[in-house]
């Protein structure tokens, strides 16, 4: 059964830092890995869906990187912002559309 | 106005009733899943379902029913049989049934328990 990692799970750090946020996974099967963000009381909003034969995807400040084989992905956020403030979760797909959450990263993002 | 609608947005229940929660998608999506979320922890899987009139169990189906008589729908029915049911209740739904595609996720419904 895919179990799924997220460090640290929580994070502050003051506005304009470069920030690395991280996911690792038992199973290394996967179809593809999807990054979520989550605002307090609100649903998830889809950032970032790596395929399993992509190495990286990229939209605006945010990079996701996967490497299946270790079963692990990062997600790298550029010049932080006190808007960035969330929850973010990383969920693998294994079985095709059955996605596996990780307990998720708070972050903070001080002004 | 197109995406996932879930209402209501809070919900209270009295012990020993079963609550039916809504979730609506105009996106013509094929797939629709129900998770739970509790506090500090990551999303649990309890039902989904790839296509009109089949669904299936997820992790945590106990106490839980569901039905998919349109595309467009797939309601949550929390019986008096779940336990523990105070929790945040989030649908998804994604384009089509195989082959790892985006989920996308609706507003949520907060269930309470008095």
């Known amino acids: 059964k895919q179990e799924v990692t997220q460090i640290p799970a929580a994070l502050s750090v003051p506005e304009g830092e470069n920030l690395v946020l991280n996911c690792s996974f038992t199973?290394?099967?996967?179809?593809?890995l999807q990054w979520f963000r989550q605002d307090p009381g609100k649903g998830l909003t889809s950032l970032l869906l790596?395929?399993?034969?992509?190495r990286e995807q990229t939209s605006g400040r945010l990079n996701a990187s996967l490497d299946k084989s270790s079963g692990r992905s990062t997600l790298y956020i550029a010049a932080s912002q006190p808007g960035d403030s969330a929850t973010y979760l990383c969920?693998?797909?294994?079985?095709?559309?059955?996605?596996?959450f990780g307990g998720g990263t708070r972050l903070m993002v001080k002004p | 106005d197109g995406g996932i609608t879930q209402s209501p947005k809070y919900l209270f229940r009295k012990e020993g009733q079963n609550v039916t929660l809504s979730c609506e998608q105009n996106?013509?999506?094929?797939?629709m899943y129900w998770y739970r979320q509790d506090p500090g922890q990551g999303l649990r899987l309890i039902y989904y379902?790839?296509?009109?009139?089949?669904?299936q169990k997820g992790d945590i189906a106990e106490g839980y029913s569901v039905s998919r008589e349109k595309k467009e729908s797939f309601p949550l029915t929390v019986t008096s049989a779940q336990k523990n049911p105070t929790a945040f209740y989030l649908c998804?739904?994604?384009?089509?049934?195989?082959?790892?595609?985006?989920?996308?996720f609706g507003p949520g419904t907060r269930l309470t328990v008095l």
């Open positions: 998804a739904t994604s384009p089509r049934r195989f082959g790892g595609n985006e989920q996308f």
């Open positions: 199973d290394s099967a996967i179809y593809n």
């Open positions: 790596i395929q399993s034969s992509q």
């Open positions: 969920a693998p797909d294994n079985a095709g559309n059955m996605l596996t």
């Open positions: 996106l013509n999506h094929d797939a």
């Open positions: 379902s790839q296509i009109v009139n089949d669904f």
